[in-house]
């Protein structure tokens, strides 16, 4: 029953978000969270430092993926202890790698990829776990489960990558193509549900001028991808078909950043295996379905591992757990919300109407 209730909770939480998301977070409004002043001019002006409803999605993103992934461990009584420190390194890498591979890629310093990072945590997270148990445990009677563990990592990124799509529609990157550009077949299916962006300091205007245009909205569209497998893998885990969670969240995930790129019109930086066809972020992507597909036979399932979900989410139920969650929102919303591309100038007046 506990599974049925987190499922459709799961489902009706997603839709109402998106179904609020997908209408407004195109609008000029909702680019910039907070301004914070940061140096006094002479003129009585203050120049401000940028945060931006990019940091905040993101970061919530970050901060639902974790909370799943832990969840997961724990209704599979795997140590709280020993998945904060994996989830702390591969969080580490990944927030490091978002932005490295997007600047050997798209040669730019300011921005950040999640294609990139998730590439690079996929390579790394089954290492990092068997690492980690065999530095920890006695021996190898008592390992943790590398493919369960690896099947729970998949599902929190399909969320997060689902939700972190959010951050893209506020800033305005990762945009589809325009309208006038596409298919018919494109045109007709999207001509009622196309974003048209607003705002000068959107990514997709400074960079395209493409503000005002209707697009396609490609980022609603993976997030909903996203969303869905991740959904369903989610079942498939909480089923014990680990294996099969594992590839359905790799598969789809991975095959749909592969189709699409066709449907983008950002910058996906100029390094290509042919020039015209497959981005590096392709490739990333085929090289992760590859490699998912071969991590069963490097690291054999358990033939079987008792699952309580209602334990999973007792495992959380704690100050340190919820602590420990609210420090990743903050470093990821710092980290990655510090607007690096735009500027503001601030004023401030006594209101003596007031006084």
């Not at 790698?97 to 600047?103: E, F, L, Y």
Request: glycine content about 10%; proline content about 5%.
């Amino acid at each position: 029953m506990i599974i049925l209730v987190v499922m459709l909770g799961l489902a009706a939480s997603m839709a109402l978000l998106f179904r609020w998301a997908f209408r407004v977070l195109p609008q000029e409004r909702w680019q910039f969270l907070a301004v914070i002043p940061a140096l006094s001019a002479l003129s009585g002006q203050w120049q401000g430092r940028n945060f931006t409803f990019y940091g905040f999605f993101i970061a919530s993103a970050y901060a639902v993926a974790l909370l799943l992934m832990l969840v997961l461990a724990g209704a599979l009584s795997i140590p709280v202890g020993a998945m904060l420190v994996i989830c702390g390194l591969i969080l580490a890498i990944g927030i490091a790698a978002s932005r490295w591979i997007a600047g050997w890629v798209e040669k730019k310093k300011n921005t950040f990829t999640v294609g990139g990072a998730s590439f690079v945590c996929l390579v790394a997270a089954p290492w990092i776990v068997a690492a980690y148990s065999r530095i920890t445990t006695a021996g190898p009677e008592s390992p943790l489960p590398v493919i369960p563990i690896m099947a729970a990592l998949a599902v929190a990124y399909c969320f997060g990558e689902g939700l972190g799509r959010l951050a893209c529609i506020s800033f305005g990157c990762c945009y589809g193509r325009p309208l006038t550009e596409c298919p018919p077949l494109i045109r007709g299916l999207f001509s009622r549900r196309a974003f048209v962006f607003a705002g000068k300091t959107k990514k997709i205007a400074y960079e395209r001028s493409l503000d005002g245009v209707a697009v396609v909205p490609i980022q609603a569209i993976t997030a909903s991808v996203n969303i869905g497998a991740g959904w369903l893998s989610l079942w498939l885990f909480l089923c014990g078909h680990f294996t099969g969670a594992l590839l359905v969240a790799i598969s789809v995930s991975q095959a749909w950043r592969i189709i699409s790129e066709g449907l983008r019109a950002d910058f996906r930086g100029n390094l290509a295996v042919w020039p015209g066809t497959f981005s590096s972020y392709q490739v990333m992507a085929a090289l992760s379905l590859g490699y998912a597909l071969l991590l069963p036979f490097l690291f054999p399932p358990p033939q079987s591992l008792a699952l309580d979900l209602a334990q999973g989410l007792k495992s959380v139920w704690s100050a340190g757990i919820v602590i420990f969650i609210e420090g990743v929102w903050l470093l990821v919303f710092f980290y990655q919300g510090l607007s690096r591309v735009t500027a503001s100038t601030l004023a401030f007046y006594v209101r003596r109407d007031k006084i």
